[in-house]
């Protein structure tokens, strides 16, 4: 199983990115699916995260701003990062809890990481 994430970058503040992430590979079923953010030498943080039925949650510094969605049939996660401020540059790594085959137990699974930088 592995995790491919994409649309990282240089934005102004103010602007707009959109991140996703592809999960292939042997997949039984995928509950939880999350985006989450990491600066250099510090914990990585929870940004957004969404279950398999659909119910979301945030940080409270990204509310009103990003938006968490998912496509159960494309095995893939979303992020769509609105009103970018120079605060929210990070590496942001997408989540997921995947269970390869029906009797297999699920395991975390990390994408690669994808930058964002939000500078003028």
Do not use: H
């Amino acid at each position: 199983v592995q995790l491919q994430a994409s649309g990282g970058g240089l934005v102004q503040p103010g602007g707009s990115l959109r991140l996703s992430c592809a999960a292939s590979g042997s997949i039984y079923s995928i509950n939880d699916m999350a985006w989450y953010r990491q600066a250099p030498g510090k914990q990585r943080v929870l940004v957004a995260r969404i279950t398999s039925g659909g119910s979301t949650n945030y940080a409270d510094s990204v509310k009103g701003r990003f938006a968490i969605s998912r496509d159960n049939a494309k095995s893939t996660v979303y992020l769509q990062m609105n009103s970018l401020k120079p605060d929210d540059s990070d590496v942001y790594y997408c989540y997921a809890f995947i269970k390869p085959g029906f009797w297999e137990r699920g395991a975390d699974y990390w994408g690669q990481g994808t930058q964002v930088t939000v500078s003028s």
